[in-house]
Antibody
Framework: EVKLEESGGGLVQPGGSLRLSCAASGFSFSGYWMSWVRQAPGKGLEWVAHIKYDGSEEDYVDSVKGRFSISRDNANNSLSLQMNSLRFEDTAVYYC??????????????WGQGTLVTVSS | AIRMTQSPASFSASIGDKVSITCRASQGISSYLAWYQQKPGKAPELLIYAASTLQRGVPSRFSGSGSGTDFTLTISCLQSEDFATYYCQQYYSQPTFGPGTKVDIK
């Protein structure tokens, strides 16, 4: 059974930093693209970033480029999102998400339960 | 970025109804279209991918159709567990989601 468990969310002031982590199990982690998707309170879903199965490629939504960095540790089956220069509008539940295959253009077939990031003064 | 729109934004229906939700992409995305269901307080779940392929374990009352820019999710006989919000997503390029369609009980 695929399991994705996020951690690291919390309350942070504007301009601050936070690092989210995702522990993956139940599948061959090193064989899949992984993503972060967020959902602001009461709002829809927004893709944030994704990373290739070997860590050699990554991409970001424009609103977080230069502030967020996605990374992975295939030896320890973990995914991370380093978030710097946080803004009020980054407040959201952040989901760790597994794509369904080795290609970039794949749907998201497994989701964690999410971790809440609140940016507030 | 490719923009996704959905209609309607919300609607009420009764158990047993046949309902459809429409999704439109701002440019052609072939069949790189997925549908997700989300219930309050829960993570989204993949229902359909490649526009019309049912994810393993999803009931056959769910179906998807379309290609290019126009897509439809249909629930043939609404059940109580289907009251939720539904999102379409294109993964042809950098992924984007539609704004969601909330289905509630009439």
């Amino acid at each position: 059974e695929v399991k994705l468990e996020e951690s690291g969310g919390g309350l942070v002031q504007p301009g601050g930093s936070l690092r989210l982590s995702c522990a993956a199990s139940g599948f061959s982690f090193s064989g899949y693209w992984m993503s972060w998707v967020r959902q602001a309170p009461g709002k829809g879903l927004e893709w944030v970033a994704h990373i290739k199965y070997d860590g050699s490629e990554e991409d970001y939504v424009d609103s977080v480029k230069g502030r967020f960095s996605i990374s992975r540790d295939n030896a320890n089956n973990s995914l991370s999102l380093q978030m710097n220069s946080l803004r009020f509008e980054d407040t959201a539940v952040y989901y760790c998400v597994k794509k369904s295959g080795r290609l970039q253009n794949q749907p998201d077939d497994s989701w964690g339960q999410g971790t809440l990031v609140t940016v507030s003064s | 970025a490719i923009r996704m729109t959905q209609s309607p934004a919300s609607f009420s229906a009764s158990i047993g109804d046949k309902v459809s939700i429409t999704c439109r992409a701002s440019q052609g995305i072939s069949s790189y279209l997925a549908w997700y269901q989300q219930k309050p307080g829960k993570a989204p779940e993949l229902l359909i991918y490649a526009a019309s392929t049912l994810q393993r374990g999803v009931p056959s009352r769910f179906s998807g159709s379309g290609s290019g820019t126009d897509f439809t999710l249909t629930i043939s006989c609404l059940q109580s567990e289907d009251f939720a919000t539904y999102y379409c997503q294109q993964y042809y390029s950098q992924p984007t989601f539609g704004p969601g369609t909330k289905v509630d009980i009439k």
